[in-house]
């Protein structure tokens, strides 16, 4: 096995949890506005089917995918890159946003 393949691999896994993450926190916004998955799928004019996958994180989320959703529930979407923590696995973010663009219009509603 070469090494692109392997990068493809870790690519594939952490697309995944990627996507997991995405639609968990789209799952707490819908419950935390009330919202039944078939209420999104009519604000989003797209059928119920439509909304399954996109929930079931097998969906390609592309970000007009995401943009959409966040346009269909008046909220906006945050992303952000933080570094591996190194002894835990786990990802340090601080909460600072280092990024060069501070009016990208994607950042969160809390």
Known sequence: MGIFARDESRTTLAAS?????ATASLAGLLAGQGKTRSDLAAAMGV???RVSQIMSGDANLTVRTLAAVAEALD???QITFCT??????TKACDGT???PIRSSGLSAHR
């Open 84 to 89: 591996r923590g190194q002894s835990t696995g």
């Open 97 to 99: 946003d280092s990024s």
């Open 75 to 77: 909220a906006d979407v």
């Open 47 to 49: 059928s119920p089917g």
């Open 17 to 21: 949890r990627i996507a997991r993450q």
